[in-house]
C-alpha cells in the first residue's frame, strides 16, 4: 500500500494498496457435500485493489470514503463456482465511507 501526505490539501491523505490472498491446489472442503473439495486451480491468485482519500473535516474528525475490487472471491468445486453454479471466477466491486474520531 502507499499512501500521499497532505494530497491536494494539507491534513487530506490519498491513499492505494494491491494485495493477494494467494491460492491453494488442494483444501479441505467447506461444503457437507463436496466433490473434490474448494480451490482455485494453480495460478489463479486472488487480488485486492483498494483506493481512499482521507478528509480532514476538523483536527479530531475525519472522513474517508474507499472504494475496492475483489477478483477470484468464490472459489471453485472443479470449475463450477459454487455458490452460483455458473462460472468459476468472481469479482466483487464496492465502496465504503469511514468516519474516524478522536477524543
Keep these: 500500500g502507499l499512501q500521499w501526505a497532505d494530497a491536494f490539501m494539507q491534513g487530506n491523505?490519498?491513499?492505494m494498496a494491491l494485495g493477494s490472498a494467494g491460492s491453494a491446489?488442494?483444501?479441505?472442503?467447506?461444503?457437507?457435500?463436496?466433490?473434490?473439495?474448494?480451490?482455485?486451480?494453480?495460478?489463479?491468485?486472488?487480488?485486492?485493489?483498494?483506493?481512499?482519500y482521507k478528509f480532514q473535516v476538523t483536527d479530531n474528525i475525519s472522513v474517508t470514503p474507499?472504494?475496492?475490487?475483489?477478483?477470484?472471491?468464490?472459489?471453485?468445486?472443479?470449475?463450477?463456482?459454487?455458490?452460483?453454479?455458473g462460472a468459476a471466477t468472481v469479482n466483487n466491486f464496492g465502496g465504503l465511507i469511514k468516519t474516524t474520531f478522536k477524543f
Excluded: H, P
Design 13 to 15: 491523505a490519498l491513499g
Design 25 to 52: 491446489t488442494r483444501g479441505k472442503c467447506a461444503q457437507t457435500v463436496c466433490t473434490g473439495g474448494i480451490w482455485l486451480d494453480n495460478g489463479q491468485d486472488t487480488l485486492a485493489y483498494e483506493l481512499w
Design 66 to 85: 474507499a472504494i475496492y475490487y475483489l477478483s477470484q472471491t468464490a472459489g471453485q468445486v472443479g470449475k463450477t463456482n459454487f455458490a452460483t453454479g
